[in-house]
């Protein structure tokens, strides 16, 4: 995909003050729905990666409480939010790539814009296709890392910019704010296909019952929220490496866990944790499940590019729903 020209120069400009040379090459990274990713390449053969939060970088259609940050499952738009979130994480030991540059203030183009290291290597997902046994290493690391991030208490939940600058949330609990998301989320989906329609009943009950067992909890601890294999790179000495951190939250950790789980499947097992809430477990699979048939579903309704690949998110994630009220 060719690269805007207010976008090059922008880019230009920050490589030559991170890198210190010409912009040679710029490539745009797959996998970002909200921002731009793109790795710069000067002439001496630096790298770097630059995000850019732009607009016309967010293939999702706008929807009403984009911007509302005290709504924990808000979209996860911006520099302060991934500053806040970078932060965190590397307070805890988690590694994170490096930040080179920022800038919030039009120095070098329109848009807020980070640069950050370019991790050398591959993302966990490639890693344990091409080779799971070298990825079992990386897994083990991962799990030190989820550690440091779930042994991490917070007295409220919500995103880290907004509890670690004293806001607060909406809702009365996680599993309420789950459940407010999953019977939007059930409304969208059954209003764009016609199986979760005719199931409609019958999923908002399972979801209602479900929610209603959960006993209440008082502390909550950092989840990144969407901690798939490919939000995981593997940098030269086999740590794992967190990347699109905007999401992260303070939130229940059985949230990180079932999504690791939809996630990885069988590689999850090194990454299981004693101790975990069943109930909440249950309501966020079900969650989770409509979260993952909806947001795909609402995401084509835009121009996203990889089409194919969505609708087959949305196919999968909406027939596991279903069987979880046969």
């Given at each position: 995909?060719?690269v805007?020209a ?5 880019l230009a ?6 890198l210190?040379?010409?912009l ?8 970002g ?6 790795r ?12 850019r939060?732009a607009?016309?970088?967010n293939?999702w ?6 911007d ?6 808000s979209?996860g738009?911006?520099l302060?939010?991934?500053?806040a ?9 988690v590694r ?14 329109p848009?807020?814009?980070?640069v950050v290291?370019?991790?050398?290597g ?7 296709a091409?080779?799971?046994r070298?990825?079992a290493p990386v ?8 550690a ?10 919500g995103?880290?910019?907004v509890?670690d600058t004293g806001?607060?949330?909406?809702g ?5 704010v789950v ?6 989320d059930l ?11 005719a ?6 009950d399972r979801?209602?019952a ?6 209440p909890?008082?502390?909550y601890?950092?989840?990144h929220g969407e901690?798939?294999?490919d939000h ?12 699109d ?5 303070y939130?229940?950790?059985e949230?990180?866990h079932?999504?690791?789980?939809l996630r990885?499947?069988e590689?999850?097992r090194p990454?299981e ?5 069943e109930d909440?477990l ?7 499940r409509?979260?993952l048939?909806?947001?795909?579903l609402r995401l ?9 690949a969505?609708a087959a998110?949305?196919e999968y994630?909406l ?6 009220v046969r």
């Amino acid at each position: 995909m060719a690269v805007e020209a207010t976008t090059r120069a922008q880019l230009a400009g920050a490589a030559r003050a991170v890198l210190g040379g010409r912009l040679a090459a710029v490539e745009r990274l797959a996998g970002g729905s909200k921002k731009g990713v793109y790795r710069l390449v000067t002439d001496d053969g630096s790298t770097a990666v630059a995000y850019r939060w732009a607009d016309a970088e967010n293939y999702w259609p706008a929807a009403e409480g984009d911007d509302d940050l005290a709504d924990p499952f808000s979209p996860g738009l911006g520099l302060g939010l991934f500053e806040a979130a970078h932060a965190r994480l590397a307070g805890l030991g988690v590694r994170v790539p490096a930040i080179r540059l920022v800038d919030r203030d039009g120095a070098y183009g329109p848009a807020d814009l980070a640069v950050v290291e370019d991790v050398p290597g591959e993302s966990l997902e490639s890693l344990l296709a091409r080779d799971p046994r070298a990825a079992a290493p990386v897994l083990a690391r991962l799990g030190e890392a989820l550690a440091a991030m779930g042994g991490h208490r917070a007295p409220r939940y919500g995103k880290i910019a907004v509890v670690d600058t004293g806001g607060a949330s909406h809702g009365s609990s996680c599993e309420v704010v789950v459940l407010e998301r999953a019977l939007r989320d059930l409304a969208e989906a059954a209003a764009r296909d016609p199986r979760i329609a005719a199931a409609r009943e019958r999923l908002e009950d399972r979801l209602r019952a479900l929610a209603g067992a959960v006993r209440p909890r008082a502390e909550y601890a950092v989840v990144h929220g969407e901690l798939g294999p490919d939000h995981v790179l593997v940098d030269a000495t086999g740590r794992p490496v967190l990347i699109d951190l905007e999401g992260t939250m303070y939130f229940d950790v059985e949230w990180e866990h079932v999504f690791l789980r939809l996630r990885l499947h069988e590689a999850y097992r090194p990454l299981e944790t004693p101790g975990l809430d069943e109930d909440r477990l249950a309501l966020y699979l079900l969650a989770q499940r409509l979260s993952l048939t909806a947001g795909p579903l609402r995401l084509l309704d835009g121009h996203f590019p990889a089409r194919a690949a969505m609708a087959a998110i949305a196919e999968y994630n909406l027939n596991r729903a279903l069987e979880l009220v046969r």
